[in-house]
Nanobody, 123 residues
Framework: QVQLVESGGGLVQAGGSLRVSCVAS????????MGWFRQAPGKEREFVAA????????RYADSVKGRFTISRDNAKNTVYLQMNSLKPEDTAIYYC????????????????WGRGTQVTVSS
């Protein structure tokens, strides 16, 4: 059974930093592209960042470029999202997801999803 479990969310002031993590189990982690998506209240889910199997390819949404960094540790089956210079508009539930397709930003290409972790940025 595949499981993706996010952690590390919380409440932070604008300008602050937070790192969320996602631990995967039940799959061959090294064969999956890992992505982070987010969904704010009343809005559709949107792509945030993604990373290829060997971390050679990184993709970011324009809204987070230069502020967020995605990374992975294949030995720990874990993907991270370091979020700096947080803004109130970054407030959302953050989900990690896994896919074996050559796809990074399309959510429907992802096969497995975690339950999400809440990130709240106060102004």
């Amino acid at each position: 059974q595949v499981q993706l479990v996010e952690s590390g969310g919380g409440l932070v002031q604008a300008g602050g930093s937070l790192r969320v993590s996602c631990v995967a189990s039940g799959l061959d982690f090294t064969k999956y592209i890992m992505g982070w998506f987010r969904q704010a209240p009343g809005k559709e889910r949107e792509f945030v960042a993604a990373i290829s199997w060997r971390s050679r390819t990184l993709r970011y949404a324009d809204s987070v470029k230069g502020r967020f960094t995605i990374s992975r540790d294949n030995a720990k089956n874990t993907v991270y999202l370091q979020m700096n210079s947080l803004k109130p508009e970054d407030t959302a539930i953050y989900y990690c997801a896994a896919n074996v397709k050559m796809s990074y930003v399309v959510d429907t290409d992802y096969s497995y999803w975690g339950r999400g972790t809440q990130v709240t940025v106060s102004s």
